[in-house]
T-cell receptor
Framework: AQKVTQAQTEISVVEKEDVTLDCVYE???????LFWYKQPPSGELVFLIRRNSFDEQNEISGRYSWNFQKSTSSFNFTITASQVVDSAVYFCALIQETSGSRLTFGEGTQLTVNP | KAGVTQTPRYLIKTRGQQVTLSCSPI?????VSWYQQTPGQGLQFLFE???????NKGNFPGRFSGRQFSNSRSEMNVSTLELGDSALYLC??????????????FGAGTRLSVL
């Protein structure tokens, strides 16, 4: 069985602060994929990043960076110099190769960036 | 390129009624998945359709059903509505739904309220 845990239910920061969203996953498959999605108040889930289990290279995209560590089963997401527009619910998700297209989501982290 | 389109955006129904939700995938995408989002259960996978066939199914009662047409558009039906069916229903499309190899892109959802 697979599981994704986002222990931080809500995070509130002031603009320009850095913030890290934690994600811990469980899976028995050796091949799996990890994702981060952003859900603004409009409701649509916006794809941010995908990582496969064989690629532990960290990634940076503008103010966003992701740290994937198989040793701790974690896939953390950092926003540098946060902005008000980053306010949203962020979801970490997992697909096992054996589970087809079934995404297993974490509970989500509500990020509020205050001006 | 147009994104995933879900209609209607909002629906209000009463207990016992049935409802049909529609999803038009991104052009060229052949896999459509449906998810239910509620405050209590979070995001849960309902089912996936590929080439007009249900390929994967989550743990939902038989009142939840779906279908896919030859143009990849999909509909989801819920019969004998219960109060607990009130949720945001999200549709996601991907090229072929091959586990995590194809990214799932989401629509803005249909918010269903059951009174």
């Amino acid at each position: 069985a697979q599981k994704v845990t986002q222990a931080q239910t809500e995070i509130s920061v002031v603009e320009k602060e850095d913030v890290t969203l934690d994600c811990v996953y469980e899976t028995r498959d050796t091949t799996y994929y990890l994702f981060w999605y952003k859900q603004p108040p409009s409701g649509e889930l916006v794809f941010l990043i995908r990582r496969n289990s064989f690629d532990e290279q960290n990634e940076i995209s503008g103010r966003y960076s992701w740290n994937f560590q198989k040793s701790t089963s974690s896939f953390n997401f950092t926003i540098t110099a946060s902005q008000v527009v980053d306010s949203a619910v962020y979801f970490c998700a997992l697909i096992q190769e054996t589970s087809g297209s079934r995404l297993t989501f974490g509970e989500g982290t509500q990020l509020t960036v205050n001006p | 390129k147009a994104g995933v389109t879900q209609t209607p955006r909002y629906l209000i129904k009463t207990r016992g009624q049935q409802v049909t939700l529609s999803c038009s995938p991104i052009s060229g995408h052949r896999s459509v998945s449906w998810y239910q989002q509620t405050p209590g259960q979070g995001l849960q996978f309902l089912f996936e359709y590929f080439s007009e066939t249900q390929r994967n199914k989550g743990n939902f009662p038989g009142r939840f059903s779906g279908r896919q047409f030859s143009n990849s558009r999909s509909e989801m039906n819920v019969s004998t509505l219960e109060l607990g069916d009130s949720a945001l229903y999200l549709c996601a499309s991907s090229l072929a739904g091959l586990a995590g190899k194809n990214i799932q892109y989401f629509g803005a959802g249909t918010r269903l309220s059951v009174l």
